[in-house]
């Protein structure tokens, strides 16, 4: 990735909260609690697991800077979901949890210099080495790729709710 590449992803992992305010501002409250089936998540859990991602990817891109040949910690999202109650937690909460930690992330990624991108680290899901760049193509598509899922939750609850 070229450093003007690099910086665009930046700017797409920077506004990440902002599609979310976005997304969610269509999605009426009484829908944030639909699941499409019982293994589906709602938008609701959808926002606590980007909260608990985000909160994850701003320790792990901290592990890649500061400790290099590191291994990460993986976690099972959908364990998380089910058995730290995502259904029951504060959704507000959430939001600003998300919010926080994308935008420090954000402004941290800003101020690295350009060897810090070559860092790697160990993942335990991947076979090649995971780099700060890596790390910046996975979390900078992390957001969309969940708004795609909200609207698809929502255009299920509109379906069944005509």
Do not use: C
Not at 105 to 117: E, I, M, N, Q
């Amino acid at each position: 990735m070229n450093p003007d590449e690099r910086n665009e992803k930046i700017e797409e992992y920077g506004r990440g909260f902002d599609l979310v305010t976005a997304a969610l501002a269509e999605v009426p409250r009484e829908a944030w609690e639909f699941k499409p089936t019982p293994q589906e998540w709602s938008v609701h859990e959808v926002i606590l697991h980007m909260a608990d991602s985000e909160t994850m990817g701003a320790i792990r891109l901290r592990k890649l800077i500061a400790e290099p040949g590191s291994t990460l910690m993986t976690y099972e999202e959908a364990k998380w979901a089910d058995l730290l109650d995502y259904q029951n937690q504060d959704v507000e909460d959430a939001l600003q949890i998300l919010k926080l930690a994308r935008q420090t992330t954000y402004r941290l990624l800003k101020t690295l210099p350009d060897r810090v991108f070559m860092h790697s680290v160990t993942h335990p899901k991947y076979d090649m080495p995971f780099t700060v760049e890596k790390w910046l193509d996975t979390y900078s598509r992390h957001i969309p790729a969940h708004i795609e899922q909200l609207k698809k939750t929502y255009q299920t609850w509109k379906e069944q709710n005509k």
